[in-house]
């Protein structure tokens, strides 16, 4: 049975979606992967309501069984870009952070670096769907214990962007196709390529990027998606982090060392480097035990606690061991942005070199420490010299 060869593309409104399907559904030997104009032309069309629920959610499907391949995540990301408000990509944003995972028990300490970033002038855009994995805890469900506030359009989202430095965006409010996408993954108990693809949206085309994963073999799906989308000019200029996240989430693991992959692209060229956070907690148990029981309003004591661990507040709700990864998590999430930052600008605080690693855990556990200064904070400083723009 011959594989159904390159199609004819027309526009999305015009275009036979069922092509697509027949092109991934025609029997063991005769289909075959999309490509990633058609992967893109799929999203696009289910997104203007042209391709059909039922289509949409049989190529989603068939995907999955096969594994989906680099060219349809990528196509995927680039259809949903290409379905994006055009005020979106317009926000003035140096750090896009998708949170989509959730935490098993844990509470998101990355939003205490997310806030400290912020706080010294950095902007901030995370976004991510509480209700893809409902039984997790994400982001959106701690955000008011840091009055972090939420835009549902590009005019809100910069007007909160303007006065906080900080914003979250549901995916939903994002492109509006990802509820849809999310509702035919959970009818049909699958994982699905939207899970993949929304991580990788960047909507704001911010220089730098973050993304995490949990499954092995996703590090390299993502950065050759992320090669993928700047060869195709889909992306702008920027650095994206691809690591193993805390329990999947967007954050560092500080009982382990992380590897961190960071897909540079500027104009044609792209490159590929590599560096390790280590574990700042070797040896370390016992922090588990009674942290599902957290209240999220532990984030904002935790905020205001100079000396955590001397904190008689929060030794009545946390035990050491609990404050000392939630601390470690702090530093060792913040160590890779300010060593993304400094690649991003070419240059340092007080250094003629880039960072080192060594460098970077030393400086985030100043910039903690001197969280609520702004002359004192070395990333203050470095704001005033280097002032990112989104490209």
């Given at each position: 049975m011959p594989k159904i060869g390159a199609l004819t593309l027309t526009s999305a409104e015009t275009f036979d979606f069922r092509l697509l399907i027949k092109a991934l559904g025609k029997g063991e030997k005769?289909?075959?992967?999309?490509?990633?104009?058609?992967?893109?032309?799929?999203?696009?069309?289910?997104a203007l309501g042209h391709a059909t629920r039922v289509q949409m959610a049989s190529a989603?499907?068939?995907?999955?069984?096969?594994?989906?391949?680099?060219?349809?995540?990528?196509?995927?990301?680039?259809?949903?870009?290409?379905?994006?408000?055009?005020?979106?990509?317009?926000?003035?944003?140096?750090?896009?952070?998708?949170?989509?995972?959730?935490?098993?028990?844990?509470?998101?300490?990355?939003?205490?670096?997310?806030?400290?970033?912020?706080?010294?002038?950095?902007?901030?855009?995370?976004?991510?769907?509480?209700?893809?994995?409902?039984?997790?805890?994400?982001?959106?469900?701690?955000?008011?214990?840091?009055?972090?506030?939420?835009?549902?359009?590009?005019?809100?989202?910069?007007?909160?962007?303007?006065?906080?430095?900080?914003?979250?965006v549901r995916a939903g409010d994002l492109v509006p196709v990802l509820d849809d996408c999310r509702q035919l993954h959970q009818e049909l108990g699958l994982r699905s390529v939207i899970q993949t693809a929304a991580r990788c949206i960047n909507p704001s085309n911010a220089p730098i990027s973050l993304r995490s994963y949990f499954h092995p073999g996703l590090d390299d799906l993502h950065q050759q998606v992320s090669e993928t989308l700047f060869a195709k000019n889909e992306y702008s200029a920027g650095h994206i982090a691809i690591f193993k996240g805390l329990q999947g989430e967007t954050e560092f693991n500080p009982r382990v060392s992380t590897l961190m992959k960071v897909v540079s692209g500027q104009a044609a060229n792209v490159t590929v480097s590599s560096l390790t956070v280590p574990t700042l907690l070797a040896g370390f148990f016992g922090a588990k035990v009674g942290q599902a029981d957290l209240s999220s309003d532990i984030l904002a004591l935790l905020w205001r606690e100079s000396q955590p661990l001397e904190s008689a507040e929060l030794s009545r709700v946390m035990s050491r061991t609990m404050i000392e990864q939630a601390s470690s998590s702090i530093i060792a999430t913040l160590t890779a942005v300010l060593l993304l930052l400094n690649q991003q600008s070419n240059n340092s605080v007080g250094l003629q070199q880039p960072l080192t690693v060594e460098q970077a855990i030393n400086l985030s556990q100043q910039c903690w420490q001197h969280r609520f200064s702004h002359t004192n904070n070395p990333l203050a400083q470095w704001h005033k010299k280097e002032r990112l723009c989104a490209v």
């Open positions: 005769g289909s075959r992967s999309l490509t990633f104009a058609e992967a893109s032309l799929l999203l696009e069309g289910f989603m499907m068939l995907m999955r069984v096969r594994g989906e391949t680099v060219d349809e995540v990528a196509g995927i990301v680039a259809g949903l870009r290409h379905s994006l408000h055009r005020d979106w990509p317009s926000l003035a944003v140096d750090i896009d952070w998708p949170v989509y995972a959730g935490k098993r028990e844990q509470l998101p300490w990355l939003l205490l670096v997310a806030s400290l970033l912020a706080k010294q002038g950095f902007r901030v855009m995370l976004h991510g769907d509480s209700q893809a994995l409902p039984h997790r805890r994400h982001v959106e469900s701690c955000l008011d214990a840091l009055n972090i506030r939420c835009g549902t359009n590009p005019q809100s989202a910069a007007q909160v962007l303007a006065s906080d430095n900080i914003v979250y």
